[in-house]
């Protein structure tokens, strides 16, 4: 009887497709390290405490960059697709391509004002 692991491998070097399929899944998660290690920034991305509490605290803040950086990405690139003119430009090849991994707008390094009593206006406005 086969292992799992020898059929991974003869179904990896036998099918161009799953080899395909495996690269763009490890090309995802590639983009989300890089992600994490640039909004992640202080000491290299490096939990640099020995305290409990302070490494749960780095780790949940970094949860919260990550998923607030997911949420704005989606709702922007959601606002570039209700747009007729994009939705007619995109192929199905751009539109698998989509991700909300993307941070090149982020100045980790800049300041910025948080007014919790304004939202982002994500739609598009009438000009």
Known sequence: MLSNKTIF????????SFRREIHEGLNVIENWYSANGFVFFGKCGEIATNWVRDQETAVLAL???QASLVYVNTRMVQSILN?????????????RGLSPLFYIYINPYGRFELDLDERIDFERRAA
């Open 9 to 16: 491998l003869c179904r990896y070097l036998r099918l161009e």
């Open 63 to 65: 949860q919260l960059v």
């Open 83 to 95: 747009d007729p003119g994009w939705a007619d430009r995109l192929s199905s090849e751009d539109m």
